[in-house]
């Protein structure tokens, strides 16, 4: 279930003072009079694709994550390739692991047929994926709206930028910081891993060469993630609750029984340890930490006013 270049760390006031601006534009009721109806819209189509498949709440979430993390929140993760057009969606950290795809195309229909070419398809990622933690039971926050929709996409920043499964403790606060989130929001972030599921081909050699691990988990997922093939066999992230928004999560990382290793990374004899232990036995701790987190990550880079558009197809830009 499962989550930046370093300009941000270190900004001309003039860059600051725009980033700044952008965010200033963003608001929960950007489109109280020109679409009232859009949060009741995104959650009624996300409440059908999540009764259909509970998965798809962890689906949408990481799909807005991997959205923000390359040149921040702008709806190009959701562009198509074609012949003349390279996407986000072949990276190696989307590639046939993404999706949620049609659930987005289907939200963005019934938008547009009560309010044509108003909502971006940025917006839409961010509201169904709050819409998605609170059906599986997580806590709700106030999402900011009024972001547009890039006309690029960078599959080279998406392949830099993106934490991966392997990911060192040390690379994972690295890559979040370069976003302008702090190692508490990071692991707070990862709390999304809450839900949604892992495909064998990335906790093979967790299971099979950590030794981080408890020994009867190790097992328990070798049964179903073969040595060498079954690449795309899945396997739950949180074996306690999969479909359940909550905080087992971090009491799987202080049992040794986190999935993948960049997961158990944050309990490893590491600076975040103390702060999953507090997770493992506070859940609203990390509720509030992690609604924090979305926010801020929300706000990252935005595109407002006159730039980027209002996609009419979130698959490709507007002709």
């Given at each position: 279930m499962l989550f930046f270049s370093s300009r941000f760390l270190i900004l001309p006031l003039l860059s600051l003072l725009s980033f700044s601006s952008a965010q200033s534009q963003l608001s929960p009721g950007f489109y109280s009079t020109t679409c009232p109806n859009v949060h009741r819209i995104v959650r009624s189509t996300m409440a059908q694709a999540v009764a259909n498949e509970p998965r798809m709440g962890a689906s949408i979430l990481r799909l807005f994550f991997h959205d923000c993390f390359v040149n921040g929140c702008d709806g190009s993760i959701l562009l198509d390739?074609?012949?003349t057009f390279t996407g986000e969606k072949g990276a190696f950290p989307n590639k046939n692991s993404a999706r949620g795809f049609e659930v987005i195309d289907t939200i963005k229909s019934n938008v547009e047929a009560s309010c044509n070419a108003t909502v971006s398809c940025a917006d839409i990622v961010a509201l169904a994926a709050h819409a998605g933690v609170v059906l599986l039971g997580g806590p709700t926050w106030s999402v900011n709206l009024g972001r547009r929709d890039a006309t690029t996409a960078s599959q080279s920043t998406a392949n830099s930028d993106l934490p991966g499964p392997s990911s060192t403790l040390a690379s994972l606060i690295s890559k979040f910081s370069a976003k302008g989130l702090s190692a508490r929001d990071m692991?707070?972030?990862?709390?999304?891993?809450?839900?949604g599921q892992a495909q064998c081909q990335f906790f093979r050699s967790r299971v099979y060469n950590d030794t981080n691990i408890n020994t009867n988990f190790a097992t328990l997922r070798q049964?179903?993630?073969p040595s060498s093939g079954g690449d795309s066999n899945l396997a739950p992230l949180d074996i306690q609750s999969p479909n359940r928004f909550g905080s087992d999560y971090f009491q799987n990382l202080v049992g040794l029984r986190g999935l993948l290793h960049s997961d158990q990374e944050?309990?490893?004899n590491g600076t975040q340890d103390a702060l999953v232990r507090q997770y493992s036995i506070n859940s609203d701790l990390f509720f509030n930490d992690f609604t924090a987190a979305m926010v801020r990550m929300g706000n990252i880079s935005p595109l407002t006013g006159t730039s980027g558009e209002i996609r009419l197809n979130c698959r490709k830009v507007n002709s």
């Open positions: 390739d074609t012949s692991t707070a972030l990862s709390g999304a891993h809450t839900i049964a179903n993630c944050l309990f490893n």
